[in-house]
């Protein structure tokens, strides 16, 4: 019956109908979370198979307390001369198949109507890969035209109740990227009769570059430059904040400054498409 209805599963998400699958542990005293860790990961290989992945959101739902505990307090491997907990191994084969973990749980019901997660239960990997449309296949939205599926700032309300809510910043140089991957996607699906889109480009792995100028002149011109990597913090990659600290850097003075003025010239000199304008890095 259950291979009935991963089949089931498989057949809607083939259809181009977003799927989410919560395998695990009902109960919160309840034992052998590895039975379902192992059933999640069937399901998952399974869905990988299918090339029907980046469709579904597959989620892992367990009482341990802590990722890798298995009811018996967790444990420890030695392992080419490290030592590995049972937590980082864990979370490390999590995020390495796309699934999604809800720790330290007991479900009370089950509705048919799926909800919206919290804001800290959201990560990186809902970030949308392709950019297709799920339901009109030949249609992609890049750059600010794409409805983020969560915010990356935390959403709050003033006292008076208004949502104050910053939304992600969809900024050139992303947009760029998706863009490209777009156009390349398109050259694999209608010259190369690709039936799904080749590459992809999930702003929870792709990095951003700004620079806001802060006054004008050679020599005491100023600028704001800054770096981010990943654009949407990644909590498993990057315990603390999320984000690389060697790839995300921030620098005010007259070099950014002069980064803006050559940016400024080179935009303007691409657009133009003048002659050349192909060497110079999108
Ligand atoms: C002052 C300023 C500074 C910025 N600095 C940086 C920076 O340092 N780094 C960075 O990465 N990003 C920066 N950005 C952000 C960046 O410019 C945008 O995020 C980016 O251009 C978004 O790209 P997009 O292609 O999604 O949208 P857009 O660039 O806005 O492109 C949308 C296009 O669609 C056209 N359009 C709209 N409606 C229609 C219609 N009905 N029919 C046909 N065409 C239509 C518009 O004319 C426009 O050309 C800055 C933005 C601003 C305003």
């Known amino acids: 019956m259950a291979a ?5 599963v498989v057949a809607t998400l083939r259809a181009g109908q977003r799927q989410r699958l919560v395998i695990g542990v009902g109960h919160g005293t309840c034992t052998c979370e590895g039975a379902a860790f192992e059933y999640t990961f069937d399901v998952e290989h399974e869905l990988r198979m299918s090339g029907v992945h980046d469709l579904a ?19 420890t491997f030695d392992q080419n001369g490290f030592t590995t907990s049972s937590r980082m191994w864990t979370e490390s084969l999590l995020r390495e198949r796309g699934v999604r973990a809800i720790q330290q749980a007991h479900v009370h019901r089950v509705d048919a109507d799926c909800t919206v997660e919290p804001f800290d239960e959201w990560t990186a990997e809902h970030w949308p890969r392709t950019y297709q449309n ?3 296949r030949n249609i992609f939205g890049i750059g600010i035209a794409f409805a983020p599926p969560h915010a990356i700032s935390r959403p709050r ?9 910053p939304a992600p ?3 050139g140089m992303p947009s760029g990227v998706m863009g ?3 156009e390349r996607n398109l050259v694999d699906m209608i ?3 690709a039936a799904a889109p080749t590459h992809s480009a999930s702003m929870g792995a792709m990095g951003a570059a700004c620079n806001a100028s802060a006054g004008t002149g050679l020599r005491r011109g100023t600028a704001a430059a800054m770096t981010m990597y990943p654009i949407v913090p990644d909590l498993r990659r ?14 005010i003075g007259l070099a950014a400054h002069g980064t803006e003025h050559m940016l400024h010239y080179l935009f303007l000199y691409q657009a133009k498409a003048s002659p050349g304008w192909q060497l110079i890095p999108r």
Not at 4 to 8: F, I, K, L, N
Not at 157 to 164: D, L, N, W
Request: no cysteine; net charge negative.
């Open 57 to 75: 959101d597959v989620v892992y739902l367990t009482n341990e307390y802590e990722l890798g505990d298995v009811g018996a307090g967790g444990m």
């Open 180 to 182: 490209r991957m777009v």
């Open 191 to 193: 010259q190369g009769g």
């Open 157 to 165: 309300k003033s006292p008076r109740g208004t949502v104050i809510a």
């Open 238 to 251: 990057y315990p603390g904040t999320g984000r690389s600290s060697t790839d995300t850097y921030g620098e």
């Open 4 to 8: 009935d209805t991963v089949a089931a």
């Open 169 to 171: 910043p969809r900024t």
């Open 134 to 136: 799920p339901l009109g």
